[in-house]
């Protein structure tokens, strides 16, 4: 049972590295070894070629293409005008709550910083030290998921509060609207 959870927590680590690495790199960013010394490759530019100004980041290339002799769409009836989206008004979410998911989120963040930085060392230091290391992911993760339920069961008891709340508000009024009309049709008699 404990080499189960052990291989199961191994591949948790391991997917959580690597959507991490993906999410790097879809984002634009070079993740490199990590170690700070990547080499930085640069487009070799012709030394008579003055530097182009529009475009820094390719010299000698102009941005967009320039097609000579293309009507600029000559005899296109004009696209009509999309009508504007009506403004609906956003419920309102309280601020309690908007800081709970905004903390929930942080953490997150703060934990997959820590596990990544666990992680280079772990890739990093001997067999001997790996273990400890391997311990430590261990200990952040259990302490990570016990904090997030606990967010969780927060927030789920905020709602229910909340919840409870409306429908009293509710009750409220549909008990005032129901007066209003008992004492109208009695007027009306």
Known sequence: MK??????????????????????????????????????????????????TENPGKPGKPETPVQAGK?????????????????????AVPDEIKQMVKEALEARKAFMREQS????QWKAAEQDNREQI?????????????????????????LQEMRQEFKNQRDALLDAAQDQARERAGRDR
């Open 117 to 120: 930085e666990l992680l280079k």
């Open 134 to 158: 391997r311990q430590q992911l261990r200990e952040q993760l259990e302490q990570f998921l016990e904090e997030q339920k606990q967010k969780r069961e927060q927030l789920h008891v905020r």
């Open 71 to 91: 009507p600029d769409d000559v005899g296109k009836p004009d696209k009509p005008e999309k009508p504007e989206k009506p403004e609906r008004p956003s419920p």
């Open 3 to 52: 080499t189960m959870k052990t291989k199961n927590w191994i591949a948790l680590t391991i997917v959580t590295a690597m959507s991490f690495g993906a999410a790097v790199a879809w984002a634009g960013e070079d993740p490199g070894t990590g170690d700070g010394t990547d080499p930085v490759i640069e487009e070799p530019t012709d030394p008579g070629t003055p530097p182009d």
